[in-house]
């Protein structure tokens, strides 16, 4: 395919990866490698840009072990030793309170509300027209599916058909 100097590309260029495990142990050591690297870049700058402490242990797929640290791995693992884990999920209602505009809350809390209210009715009338297409149009279902009245119906319309049919042939005669 041409760019935009009509050069046709050589490459596919930057493709969507299926997040899988690697079969081919050779690509899969080149794919850790190289990711490990863009890992600890992300935490490097996360620690120069924001002013914080990091530290990324990991075991390559040969168990090998690759650590990034800042200050340095044993300081920030000696810190989270000290402080121990933060609990799971601690919600303090009076610091929501402070940080957040209750008005502007139930201002969104009317808007999803009004959304979902728009939404069960729209739901509501597809299903209205789709139980109306359904009686409108019984004839046009498969046989197997129809009542005895809707079949007795359907063979008076056949027969009323075929008599008009019939009637008509008898005319053009």
């Not at 081919?24 to 914080?52: D, I, P, W, Y």
């Not at 009245?149 to 053009?172: I, P, T």
Request: proline share 4%.
């Amino acid at each position: 395919m041409p760019d935009l100097n009509g050069v046709a590309k050589k490459t596919k260029g930057r493709q969507k990866i299926e997040m899988k495990k690697m079969r081919n142990e050779s690509n899969l050591r080149v794919t850790f490698s190289k990711l490990r690297t863009g890992v600890f870049k992300k935490a490097s700058e996360l620690a120069t840009l924001c002013g914080m402490d990091v530290a990324v242990i990991m075991f390559s797929p040969s168990n090998r072990v690759f650590s990034f640290g800042s200050p340095s791995v044993d300081s920030v693992v000696q810190r989270y030793k000290t402080q121990g884990p933060p609990p799971l999920l601690t919600l303090d209602l009076n610091k929501v309170h402070s940080t957040v505009d209750e008005v502007e809350l139930h201002a969104h809390l009317h808007c999803l509300s009004n959304q979902i209210a728009i939404e069960k009715k729209r739901t509501k009338d597809l299903n209205h027209l789709a139980k109306a297409a359904e009686d409108q149009f019984w004839w046009a279902r498969p046989i197997e599916s129809m009542t005895d009245s809707q079949l007795d119906k359907y063979k008076k319309m056949l027969e009323e058909f075929k008599r008009q049919l019939k009637e008509k042939r008898g005319n053009l005669n």
